[in-house]
């Protein structure tokens, strides 16, 4: 079983939807939680870090962390083609030096 | 602000050739990861420098190697090269000092894109 599981997709969506990208994760000593963006042939951007369990918003993305059911999200209002990308969780523990352990990332695709 | 920058974007080396690739982290940070990212899979930890010391390292054989220089600087070495190690490599950034804060946040270079042939 893999760390961190996580749908590889495509997710197709219209443009202005709302998307919904999710992980799980199997180690409960894992305390902090990021998204990246990567576009193709790109690096990952870092788009939102979160240390403890709630939601954080910022602009149309909101992560959201749920350390009971080892779950962690992304939203997206108002979905935009420039939107489409990998997008890529990752989780680490916050002891020592610090590793990612990431998902295999979900590809989105919004549509005009 | 420069962010973390590598060197090369691109190149392609032979079976059993030797590979060296570059990095300079974001301003301000001192910590330095490499991970190596297959096609259509989500980045794998090689190791961690810090203080010029290899601090942690994942899953990866020898025949990977690497080094950080007193400017925080950072190489990562691939000797005896296969194949499977055709992958993006991208270089992490982070600043030790603020791991367990509010402040820790790890960003990533361009990556160099390696083909093996």
């Known amino acids: 079983q893999k760390e961190v599981e996580q749908d590889p997709g495509p997710l197709s969506v219209p443009e202005g939807a709302i998307v919904s990208l999710n992980c799980t994760y199997s180690n409960s000593a894992f305390q902090y939680f990021m998204w990246y963006r990567q576009y193709s042939r790109k690096g990952p951007e870092l788009l939102m870090y979160?240390?403890?369990?709630g939601n954080k918003e910022d602009g149309r993305f909101t992560a959201q962390v749920d350390k009971s059911s080892k779950y962690i999200s992304l939203f997206i209002r108002d979905s935009q083609p420039s939107d489409s990308a990998t997008y890529l969780c990752a989780t680490g523990m916050n002891t020592g030096f610090q590793k990612l352990v990431f998902g295999t990332g979900t590809r989105l695709l919004v549509s005009p | 602000d420069a962010g973390v920058t590598q060197s090369p974007t691109h190149l392609i080396k032979t079976r059993g050739q030797q590979v060296t690739l570059r990095c300079s982290p974001k301003s301000g940070h001192d910590t330095v990861s490499w991970y190596q990212q297959a096609l259509g899979q989500g980045p794998q930890f090689i190791f961690q420098?810090?203080?010029?010391?290899?601090?942690q390292r994942g899953n990866f054989p020898d025949r990977f190697s690497g080094h950080q220089f007193p400017n925080y600087s950072s190489e990562l070495n691939v000797n005896a090269l296969l194949l499977g190690d055709s992958a993006l490599y991208l270089c992490?950034?982070?600043?030790?000092?603020?791991?367990?804060?509010?402040?820790?946040?790890?960003?990533f270079g361009e990556g160099s894109w390696l083909t093996v042939v």
């Open positions: 992490a950034s982070s600043s030790y000092t603020r791991q367990g804060t509010s402040g820790n946040t790890i960003y």
């Open positions: 979160t240390y403890s369990s």
């Open positions: 420098y810090y203080e010029e010391e290899e601090r």
